[in-house]
């Protein structure tokens, strides 16, 4: 019987410390019996060709692949051989392929990984009403471009940057027919009205960071609220929303979901969501 060969693969980005990416494939590699490893490689965003380095360097070792984390995503765009319709689209990376010649293909799992959060829940239907994204920066792109593919027919985004957002409606409206609206960030609460589906894909919330400042009022309670943001888990925007009786996601289903695709690209193997593995991401929360 032939030998399963050792494969690794790892989490790159700056920092990485604090990323919870290696229990959640650790634990795979593990329940499924696999030959493998799966670690933290922090590489530096300004030092000098530090991320061309990094991936020759994975190629050199053997790498399957990796996962890249901010600041990452975008400047990976350079340095891959081949590259998914869903990551040229969505202008970044989340998962490089090495081949067995060496060449490098990069993916993007983060809208996946978001919509499949949303189905765990029971939110199937994308266009039972309009949605509406606060943010316009990669998570956002990524988040509708897969809500958009998923069938929601009307989105309202809304940044801090109001000629941000503006522009990222246009380009969405005239690259994919989305019917993408910018608003202006001073009317993001209006636009919460008969909104099926709220999501913050902005920082705000986060850890460190101020909490997301928006009025719930004209929000139906029949609404899903949203956040891309894990850590914490619960968000003062969520809080809120659950105060108000809402259903809501946080992004670690988000996180989990995006790395079942990477896994089966390096490992061979589709990995099922288990709430063992639930159980171990949340208690690193305590």
């Known amino acids: ?3 399963i060969p050792y494969k690794v693969a790892g989490i790159m980005g700056w920092p990485v410390g604090q990323s919870r990416s290696p229990l959640i494939h650790n634990y795979w590699i593990e329940k499924y019996g696999l030959d493998g490893d799966y670690i933290r490689l922090p590489v530096q965003p300004d030092a000098p060709n530090g991320l061309r380095d990094a991936i020759a360097g994975m190629r050199a070792m053997g790498f399957a692949g990796c996962n890249l984390t901010m600041p990452h995503k975008t400047a990976a765009l350079e340095f891959v051989d081949h590259l998914d319709p869903m990551a040229k689209r969505m202008g970044a990376v989340n998962t ?23 189905r ?16 316009a920066g990669g998570a956002a792109r990524a988040v509708m471009l897969a809500l958009a593919d998923a069938g929601a027919t009307e989105i309202r985004l809304a940044n801090r940057t109001d000629a941000n957002a503006l522009a990222t ?16 960030w001073q009317h993001r609460a209006a636009a919460l009205d008969g909104c099926a589906l709220l999501i913050n894909s902005t920082n705000q919330g986060m850890y460190g960071q101020p909490a997301l400042d928006i009025a719930l009022d004209a929000l139906p309670r029949t609404a899903l609220v949203s956040d891309v943001i894990y850590v914490p888990l619960e968000t003062p925007l969520l809080a809120a929303a659950k105060a108000r009786g809402h259903q809501t996601v946080n992004g670690l289903g988000m996180l989990l979901n995006q790395a079942r695709p990477a896994f089966h690209a390096w490992f061979g193997v589709m990995p099922e969501m288990t709430d063992e593995l639930r159980v171990k991401i949340l208690a690193t929360f305590n």
Do not use: H, W
């Not at 490089?96 to 949303?118: K, P």
């Not at 765990?120 to 943010?135: C, H, N, Q, S």
């Not at 409606?169 to 202006?184: H, I, L, N, S, T």
């Open 169 to 184: 409606a246009q380009k969405f409206a005239d690259e994919f027919g989305v019917p993408v609206r910018a608003v202006p």
């Open 96 to 118: 490089l392929v090495l081949g067995a010649d060496g060449s490098v293909s990069g993916f993007n799992n983060d809208g996946f990984g978001y919509v499949e959060s949303l």
């Open 120 to 135: 765990e829940v029971g939110y199937t239907d994308f266009a039972k009403g309009p949605i509406t994204v606060l943010g």
């Open 1 to 3: 019987m032939a030998s």
